[in-house]
């Protein structure tokens, strides 16, 4: 009997480092692929926020100015006085208005003694009818020597005579005639008569008293304006009269107020105070604004355009102050360079470098670039939409 081998079959296992290498190989399949997923939604997403923008708040630029305040203090005077004077000399005999008193045109405000002007009438009218009688005897004479000279019986050196004589008289009557006018016109002049409506203001003489021709007897100040007076010191003397608008109200009572423009500044400062006197012509004065009132009056300034930003607005370009401008076209920011005035607690005044109408970014400026799109956001309920305010220098 014949033994044959039996060979025994014992089954393979896997080899140890083949196993681990098919699970590495899986496993970097699938984080490749989470990778590959990943990598595809931040760039959905860095395109997603390219195209929307970066939010930012921004505003608006409005155009301004600065404005200056300045208050003085001063008096109501009227616009226009009248000085009234005797046209002749002679001796005050009445004068029956006061400072104070009110006169209308045609109303007498002082006389003179009568005497010699009415004597000086009288003479004109003695002398005026002797010149009458003597026209009559020269007009007689020459019309008889006409006649005569028609019919041949006279000569002609006594025709030419006559007519010569008849000449003289009449050139003696007119003369009587206008000396006669002359008396009564300053017979009349011994009457001061007021040309205007107003106040009495200053008299600067008495009864009794003899005055000279032209010597001012009462003041009068016209009803038809008023102006308010002030010292003023040269600093606030660059404008020239009527560029500025004067608020005046009464010291005593701010609610009686009056607008009014400078209508005329002394060309001379005064020697003592150095200041200017300026005169504002006021537009409607109130009743309660009497002469002599003390009034403050309010000067407004203004320089010229300027524009406030936000101070959170403020960015640099090197060494230079800039903002970011907002194109409302593409939606995109550049960065300009501006010219800063002042700086205030929140707000930021620029000279230079801005325009009216343009947008800026106000908030979010550090993490932009050129070129960069932004989404404007909504302002906030109540807050400002645009960036320029009126700045006020203190007076």
Not at 55 to 79: M, R, T
Not at 226 to 245: C, Q, S, T, W
Not at 318 to 331: E, F, L, N, R, Y
Not at 335 to 341: A, E
């Amino acid at each position: 009997m014949t033994h044959r081998p039996v060979h025994t079959t014992t089954p393979q296992r896997p080899c140890p480092s083949r196993l681990v290498t098919g699970h590495s190989q899986r496993n970097r399949s699938l984080l490749g692929l989470a990778l590959l997923l990943a990598l595809t939604a931040c760039d959905r997403a860095e395109k997603a926020a390219t195209t929307a923008g970066r939010p930012v708040q921004v505003v608006k630029i409005e155009a301004s100015s600065l404005a200056g305040g300045v208050d003085l203090s001063g008096e109501i005077q009227a616009e226009k006085t009248v000085s009234l004077a005797f046209r002749i000399a002679g001796r005050i005999t009445d004068r029956p208005v006061n400072v104070g008193d009110r006169v209308a045109p045609g109303q007498i405000i002082a006389r003179l003694d009568r005497t010699i002007e009415s004597n000086a009438v009288t003479a004109a009218r003695a002398a005026l009818e002797a010149a009458r009688g003597e026209v009559v005897t020269a007009r007689n004479t020459f019309e008889r020597q006409e006649r005569l000279m028609g019919q041949g019986f006279t000569t002609r050196p006594r025709f030419d005579l006559a007519l010569k004589a008849q000449e003289t008289a009449q050139a003696a009557l007119e003369n009587a005639e206008a000396q006669l006018e002359l008396a009564q016109d300053r017979l009349g002049f011994t009457d001061l008569r007021a040309n205007v409506a107003g106040v009495v203001t200053v008299r600067s003489a008495e009864p009794g008293e003899v005055v000279q021709p032209g010597q001012t007897i009462v003041q009068i100040a016209r009803e038809d304006g008023r102006d308010a007076v002030f010292n003023v010191p040269a600093r606030l003397l660059e404008a020239k009269a009527g560029d500025y608008i004067v608020r005046v109200a009464l010291a005593d009572a701010p609610g009686v107020s009056a607008i009014g423009r400078i209508r005329e500044i002394s060309p001379q400062a005064d020697p003592v105070t150095r200041t200017f006197q300026v005169r504002v012509g006021l537009l409607d004065s109130p009743e309660a604004m009497r002469l002599g009132s003390t009034v403050v009056g309010s000067i407004e300034t203004a320089s010229a355009v300027i524009m406030s930003i936000p101070a959170t607005a403020l960015t640099q370009s090197g060494t230079s102050p800039a903002v970011w401008i907002v194109d409302p076209a593409k939606s995109t920011v550049s960065l300009r360079p501006i010219d800063i005035l002042r700086f205030d607690p929140d707000h930021v005044i620029v000279s230079q470098g801005l325009a009216p109408g343009e947008t800026i970014v106000s908030g979010g400026v550090q993490a932009l670039h050129p070129g960069q799109r932004v989404a404007p956001l909504p302002p906030a309920a109540g807050g400002r939409t645009a960036a320029a305010t009126t700045a006020r220098t203190p007076g």
